[in-house]
């Protein structure tokens, strides 16, 4: 990867019972979602709030060391509380003592300027798609949001990850192939940092239970949204509802993901605040 100036770059581009939401509020508790045991399960960590002190306890749960170019990639940037806004950013570079990287929301993928990143299934999409600019960044930050009111009645990690860095006729080529497409994408992007060494996956609830979740396993951390925002359905809370057939495609994404070896659908909620 090419090496330019320092500087962040901001795009705004299983069934949880209720003891499970309970089980959050107490720092340093666990629960394990889907028939699982602890060896088998990828780590999902959770934190109550939505603020800069919350979002640097996941960084340090994670505990990645996080250096050369950074890109933010960011769908999160809204009103409301499950958003992040522009100045608890901004406080969290402070904390992580990345002050001297600038932010631009204006810096966006040139979908004039595009790279192909190879693909593990060639059957679904020949390559991936993606803008230029990905090739000067040597560490990705993905903070994304559950959307629950979008078409696609979910969005989650797989989706930005896949979607997030695409030019247009990568976006065109995901949205032709399907789920399967998306999870295919989402793993070229992945295996493009190293196999997920130089990611980062963070995705905001903005719940009563759960602020920010967030995990090396982007299948675990979207299967974990996805198990949350059923759990609130079922519970007949009708300002977290999304539609029925955005959550079916994001479970078939999920499922594919797992099947080329992305993640694992598995998972340990973890909550350290």
């Given at each position: 990867m090419s090496a330019i100036r320092r500087r962040f770059s901001l795009w705004v581009a299983a069934l949880f019972m209720a003891c499970s939401f309970m089980a959050c509020k107490g720092r340093g508790n666990s629960v394990e979602g889907s028939a699982t045991t602890a060896a088998?399960?990828?780590?999902?960590?959770?934190?109550?709030?939505?603020?800069?002190?919350?979002?640097?306890?996941?960084?340090?749960?994670?505990?990645?060391?996080?250096?050369?170019?950074?890109f933010v990639n960011l769908s999160t940037i809204s009103n409301g509380d499950s958003s992040l806004t522009a100045e608890q950013l901004s406080q969290l570079t402070q904390k992580l003592n990345l002050d001297s990287m600038a932010f631009s929301q204006a810096d966006v993928p040139d979908i004039f300027s595009e790279m192909k990143?190879?693909?593990?299934?060639?059957?679904?999409?020949?390559?991936?798609?993606?803008?230029?600019?990905?090739?000067?960044?040597?560490f990705l930050i993905n903070i994304g949001s559950v959307d629950r009111y979008s078409g696609d009645g979910f969005g989650g990690m797989l989706q930005m990850t896949s979607v997030g860095v695409a030019t247009a006729n990568g976006k065109t080529a995901i949205r032709e192939g399907g789920p399967k497409a998306m999870a295919v994408a989402a793993k070229a992007v992945h295996d493009y940092y190293l196999g997920g060494k130089q990611i980062i996956y963070i995705m905001v609830m903005g719940d009563k239970e759960y602020g920010i979740l967030a995990s090396e396993d982007p299948v675990a951390l979207d299967q974990a949204c996805l198990d949350i925002v059923r759990s609130q359905r079922e519970s007949g809370d009708t300002t977290k509802v999304c539609d029925p057939e955005g959550l079916r495609k994001a479970e078939e994404t999920i499922a594919w993901a797992e099947k080329i070896n992305l993640g694992c659908k598995i998972y340990k909620l973890e909550c350290i605040n």
């Open positions: 088998t399960a990828s780590v999902v960590y959770a934190t109550t709030q939505v603020t800069p002190a919350a979002l640097k306890d996941v960084f340090d749960a994670l505990d990645k060391k996080i250096e050369g170019h950074v990143i190879p693909v593990c299934d060639t059957t679904v999409i020949s390559y991936h798609r993606v803008g230029q600019f990905l090739a000067h960044y040597d």
